[in-house]
Structures are given as structure tokens and as C-alpha cells.
T-cell receptor, first 111, second 116 residues
């Protein structure tokens, strides 16, 4: 079945450093979403990418969708302690309404 | 966006018993989903709750173990039946909320379930 893997599994950074998480799907995706889950909280939608090669920015966050629509990345510039949490990608394939969540990357930011 | 109320927020249950989790949305939505998330792990889709018809279950999940109801477009329940310690997990409902620009899933706060 479809698998969505993320690397790294964990990342500890000093506040102010950059952070990137990578998402790789075993199958071609129609679109990909990114979510953030704070400790003890539920996943919160960040963004959706649909087009091949698409790049979107939200303040310090930059999201990319690969040309082959099988991978994606989330880059955070100058991390802050409020960025702490687990970041999940979630991919959907054509003809389906459901999303398969990636394995997640847990980010810790040291002040 | 949709506001989702999920209850109970947590429960401790005896093995062999069943628990029903409720998910209420403040707007009518077509797609409602039920997920399981074990501590420190990713989300696994259990099933899609369809209004007016049987839920669509993912591989590894069956109706006898996780019966789902969807009586209308704002409400769904998930029952965890004949519970065992392996069912200890967080159960989350979500709804798909679409705008002209994108579709997103909005999640309830989850039900933290422990089985003794």
C-alpha cells in the first residue's frame, strides 16, 4: 500500500537555527498537505500544495512540492520556541478523498 | 472553518468493555474521518464515516471492532468494542473543510483511551 515517510524522525535545534523536514511518498500524489501538532494537541492544518514544483511561503515557513509530485519539504527559517511540535505531511492520490499521513518529524527548539 | 467537539476527552476502561466516542460539528460536512494515533506515532486512518451508508474501513480495521454511525451531516460516533490493552490510544475525528482555494482537515481534540 501507499507509504509516506518523513526524515528526520527527530530534530533538536538551537533557537534561531533553520530546520527542514522531508516527506517522501511511494506513489505519485495529487496533492499534499502539511500539519503541525503541538505536544498534547491535535493536528492543525498548515497548507496544501497541488501543483508540481509548487512553492508556498507562510512567514518563516517555506513549503515545496517536488516536480514528480512524490516528495515535499517544509523549511523553517530562524526557528522559535513556538515552532516546537511534530510536523506531518499527508498525501492524497488521484481518485481518493483520503489522506495518508507521513511518519512525522518531531522538532525541539532549545532556547 | 468548522468547530469540532469530541467527547469524552479521555477514559479509562476495563478490558472486554466497549466505549462510544462522539464527534459533533457545528456545520454540515460531507467527509468525516476517524483516526487512531498511538503515543509518539503518526495518524492511522480507521475509516471514513459516510452519511446514510456504511462506513468505509481501511485495511486492518473491521466494522465489528469499530462500528461507526453517521446519522446526519454534523454528527458521528465511533465505538471501540471488546477492548484490549492494545486499543489504548488516542482516537481523533476529523472533517474535511473546503474553501475555493483548498481543502483541509480539521480535527477534534481527541479521545485518550486507556484500557486496563
Amino acid at each position: 500500500g501507499q507509504q509516506v515517510m518523513q526524515i528526520p524522525q527527530y530534530q533538536h535545534v538551537q533557537e534561531g537555527e533553520d530546520f527542514t523536514t522531508y516527506c517522501n511518498s511511494s506513489t505519485t500524489l495529487s496533492n499534499i498537505q502539511w500539519y503541525k501538532q503541538r505536544p498534547g494537541g491535535h493536528p492543525v492544518f498548515l497548507i496544501q500544495l497541488v501543483k508540481s514544483g509548487e512553492v508556498k511561503k507562510q512567514k518563516r515557513l517555506t513549503f515545496q512540492f517536488g516536480e514528480a509530485k512524490k516528495n515535499s519539504s517544509l523549511h523553517i527559517t530562524a526557528t522559535q520556541t513556538t515552532d516546537v511540535g511534530t510536523y506531518f505531511c499527508a498525501g492524497s492520490t488521484s481518485g481518493t478523498y483520503k489522506y495518508i499521513f507521513g511518519t512525522g518529524t518531531r522538532l525541539k527548539v532549545l532556547a | 472553518s468548522a468547530v469540532i467537539s469530541q467527547k469524552p476527552s479521555r477514559d479509562i476502561c476495563q478490558r472486554g468493555t466497549s466505549l462510544t466516542i462522539q464527534c459533533q460539528v457545528d456545520s454540515q460536512v460531507t467527509m468525516m474521518f476517524w483516526y487512531r494515533q498511538q503515543p509518539g506515532q503518526s495518524l492511522t486512518l480507521i475509516a471514513t464515516a459516510n452519511q446514510g451508508s456504511e462506513a468505509t474501513y481501511e485495511s486492518g480495521f473491521v466494522i465489528d471492532k469499530f462500528p461507526i454511525s453517521r446519522p446526519n451531516l454534523t454528527f458521528s460516533t465511533l465505538t471501540v468494542s471488546n477492548m484490549s490493552p492494545e486499543d489504548s490510544s488516542i482516537y481523533l475525528c476529523s472533517v474535511e473543510w473546503s474553501s475555493p482555494l483548498e481543502a483541509a482537515q480539521h480535527f477534534g481534540d481527541g479521545t485518550r483511551l486507556s484500557i486496563l
